[in-house]
Every structure is written in C-alpha cells, then in structure tokens.
C-alpha cells in the first residue's frame, strides 16, 4: 500500500477520494474561524463543480468519481467539523499530488484554482458588521492563508 493509500485508509476515505482532496484546502479555509457559513459552503459547491469538469475533460469522459461519492465526501466534512490534523494531513497529499502533476501549466491553473476560492471564502463571511479595514478576513484565516500559499507555492 502506497503512502497516499495508507493515510486515506488511515482517515477511512476510499480510494477514488483521491480525486477530491483538491477540495481540502477549501474546506480548511471554512472552518478555520471555527465556522461553516452558507456563503463559504456555497464557493466550496463551485468549486466542486469547476474541479469535477476538469476531472471529467481530463479522463476523456471516464467517470473516475460518482456525484454521490462527492456530495457524501463534502457532507462529511461540511456538517461537523473536521479533525484539524486530518484536513492538514490531506492538505499535504493534496499539495505533493499537484506538484506531481506532469503538465506545468495545469499545476498552475490547480495552485491558483485552490487559491483563489481560498481567498474568496476568506472575505466571504465578516464576523461582525461594521468592521475595520483590516478584520474583513479574521485572523485564523489569515494564518490559513499563509499556510496555504507557502504549501501551493
């Protein structure tokens, strides 16, 4: 058993959720405040629908993951909050799958996909209103962003 295998097994995920663990870093970024907001989920969902149409155009029409394989992944991580270690463990695999990726150009366009809708769940949801010009996005997710970039750069 590869790595990758052992630490979804290790998470109980199926293998074919391989192909989804580019939607970890943005499920990361929704909970980082402690909080899953309907705007965040909303971005995830696009996301979602963006990353199934390159999988599909890439296997030429081969289905590799059904919907309800999908809607259960995302159920899974949108409903409770995930183990924090968990999400970054999959972050990780999901980074190394990227830089793997033979295409250069696609492994930009995965870097940049992931995040953009990153910042975009950021400044989805201020936690109060009025807000000063630098607490749009709150602190953990700043820290998040960080993360993230340094991992996807």
């Given at each position: 058993m590869?790595?990758?295998?052992?630490?979804?097994?290790?998470?109980n995920l199926?293998?074919?959720?391989?192909?989804?663990?580019?939607?970890i870093?943005?499920?990361?970024?929704?909970?980082?405040?402690?909080?899953?907001?309907?705007?965040?989920?909303?971005?995830?969902?696009?996301?979602?629908?963006?990353?199934?149409?390159r999988?599909?155009r890439?296997?030429?029409?081969?289905?590799?993951?059904s919907?309800d394989?999908?809607?259960?992944?995302?159920?899974?991580?949108?409903?409770?909050?995930?183990?924090?270690?968990?999400l970054?463990?999959?972050?990780?695999?999901?980074?190394?799958?990227?830089?793997?990726?033979?295409?250069?150009a696609?492994?930009?366009a995965s870097?940049?996909?992931?995040l953009?809708?990153?910042?975009?769940i950021?400044?989805?949801?201020?936690?109060?209103?009025?807000y000063?010009?630098?607490?749009?996005?709150v602190?953990?997710e700043k820290?998040?962003?960080?993360?993230?970039?340094?991992?996807?750069s």
């Open positions: 590869s790595d990758v295998q052992n630490i979804l097994a290790s998470y199926e293998e074919n959720h391989i192909y989804l663990l580019e939607l870093p943005l499920i990361e970024m929704i909970w980082a405040d402690g909080k899953n907001k309907t705007p965040e989920i909303n971005i995830l969902y696009h996301f979602t629908i963006e990353h199934l149409a999988l599909n890439d296997s030429n029409s081969v289905e590799v993951i919907e394989e999908v809607n259960r992944f995302i159920d899974r991580f949108i409903h409770e909050r995930p183990d924090p270690q968990m970054k463990d999959l972050r990780d695999v999901c980074a190394i799958r990227i830089s793997e990726k033979t295409d250069e696609d492994r930009q870097r940049e996909a992931i953009n809708y990153c910042i975009d950021a400044a989805a949801c201020a936690s109060q209103y009025p000063k010009f630098n607490e749009r996005i602190a953990e820290k998040l962003l960080i993360e993230l970039f340094a991992a996807f």
